[in-house]
């Protein structure tokens, strides 16, 4: 079962890697049984600090992983260690790396989501499920 965020922005949190409060990350606290964000431009420095810190935390990571999306709808541990060793000459050890990579990831979409929103709007309103 996947849960949701809609508003201003929409998308799904990634199942087993991404939690419903990760929109905490860039500055502003949800709550209630919906966690509501609300962002304006007050907000943009925050939210350009967690962008560039979940950019700066992944590192090289962020073109391998869009190049991997790019070419896959869906993902599992084996998909993307054999994607790193075949195309990268790298190793990807273990769950915790790939689930720490897939969170910095995953979170750096939702952070580009809700700058771009407020950038183009002025501000950025959304309910994510728990």
């Given at each position: 079962?996947?849960r ?17 409060a ?5 500055g502003v606290?949800?709550?209630s049984n ?13 939210i350009?600090k967690?962008?560039a810190?979940?950019?700066k935390?992944l ?12 070419k896959?709808?869906g ?5 993307i ?16 790396k790939i689930?720490?990579?897939?969170e ?7 952070g ?6 407020v950038e183009d709007t ?5 309910e994510?499920?728990?």
């Amino acid at each position: 079962m996947g849960r949701y965020y809609s508003g201003d922005i929409e998308g799904k949190f990634w199942v087993a890697v991404q939690s419903s409060a990760d929109a905490d990350f860039f500055g502003v606290e949800g709550h209630s049984n919906y966690l509501s964000y609300y962002f304006d431009k007050d907000n943009l420095e925050d939210i350009k600090k967690g962008v560039a810190k979940c950019k700066k935390s992944l590192g090289k990571h962020k073109k391998i992983l869009d190049d991997f999306f790019a070419k896959n709808d869906g993902w599992n541990d084996d998909m993307i260690t054999t994607y790193y060793k075949d195309n990268h000459n790298m190793v990807v050890k273990g769950y915790t790396k790939i689930k720490t990579l897939l969170e910095w990831y995953a979170r750096l979409h939702l952070g580009e989501q809700i700058q771009k929103c407020v950038e183009d709007t002025g501000e950025c309103a959304f309910e994510a499920e728990l």
